[in-house]
């Protein structure tokens, strides 16, 4: 296997990295609305928390091929002829996940609707199992799938016709700032 397709371990730890930049927001997100008693503001809020994540790392696959996580890590996702993806390739990637954050998102409003504050503790607590299980396969799935192929290519990738590859080195240590920037000299 080449080494700009070893990216395993640079996968898992841009994730780390992405999952702590996010996590704040989440704590926030909820720490309001556990506590929030209008109907209404409770389905905003959970809404933006069920979405928040993919859009995340759709806009910055999309714009750069690489969420900040990524840029610490030096890997990128590109398409088969190792050019930048954009935002098609970027929400197919993100399909299985679009798909649980809808799932989610719906019975969090069915919640709400039900007099349950999807953002509580008890709101949390009614996940239906089915569903938490669904996502576990999914990325039990997605790691099996990623170490049996020579380039390292998760279903997701094999989805949207991508795969993740090495980046080299910046010599400029702001790169990774100016590229969030959207400097087009970066």
Same mark, same amino acid.
């Given at each position: 296997?080449?080494?700009?397709?070893?990216?395993?371990?640079?996968?898992?730890?841009?994730?780390?990295?992405?999952?702590?930049?996010?996590?704040?927001?989440?704590?926030?997100?909820?720490?309001?609305?556990?506590?929030?008693?209008?109907?209404?503001?409770?389905?905003?809020?959970?809404?933006?928390?069920?979405?928040?994540?993919?859009?995340?790392?759709?806009?910055?696959?999309?714009?750069?091929?690489?969420?900040? /996580?990524?840029?610490?890590?030096?890997?990128?996702?590109?398409?088969?002829?190792?050019?930048?993806? /954009?935002?098609?390739?970027?929400?197919?990637?993100?399909?299985?996940?679009?798909?649980?954050?809808?799932?989610?998102?719906?019975?969090?409003?069915?919640?709400?609707?039900?007099?349950?504050?999807?953002?509580?503790?008890?709101?949390?607590?009614?996940?239906?199992?089915?569903?938490?299980?669904?996502?576990?396969?999914?990325?039990?799935?997605?790691?099996?799938?990623?170490?049996?192929?020579?380039?390292?290519?998760?279903?997701?990738?094999?989805?949207?016709?991508?795969?993740?590859?090495?980046?080299?080195?910046?010599?400029?240590?702001?790169?990774?700032?100016?590229?969030?920037?959207?400097?087009?000299? /970066?």
């Amino acid at each position: 296997m080449e080494t700009k397709y070893r990216t395993f371990w640079r996968r898992y730890w841009a994730a780390v990295i992405d999952s702590c930049l996010l996590a704040p927001f989440a704590v926030v997100l909820i720490a309001i609305g556990s506590q929030e008693t209008s109907q209404t503001v409770q389905i905003i809020l959970h809404l933006i928390g069920s979405f928040f994540g993919v859009a995340y790392s759709v806009f910055l696959h999309g714009r750069f091929g690489q969420t900040l /996580g990524k840029m610490v890590t030096r890997i990128k996702v590109v398409d088969l002829a190792e050019q930048p993806i /954009g935002l098609r390739p970027a929400l197919w990637r993100d399909g299985p996940t679009i798909f649980f954050s809808m799932s989610t998102a719906f019975l969090g409003t069915v919640a709400a609707i039900d007099g349950v504050n999807p953002m509580s503790f008890d709101g949390i607590a009614a996940t239906p199992p089915i569903l938490v299980f669904a996502n576990l396969f999914w990325i039990l799935a997605e790691f099996v799938t990623m170490l049996t192929n020579k380039r390292r290519r998760a279903i997701h990738d094999w989805i949207a016709g991508t795969l993740v590859v090495r980046t080299k080195p910046s010599t400029n240590p702001a790169a990774g700032i100016i590229a969030v920037a959207g400097n087009p000299a /970066g």
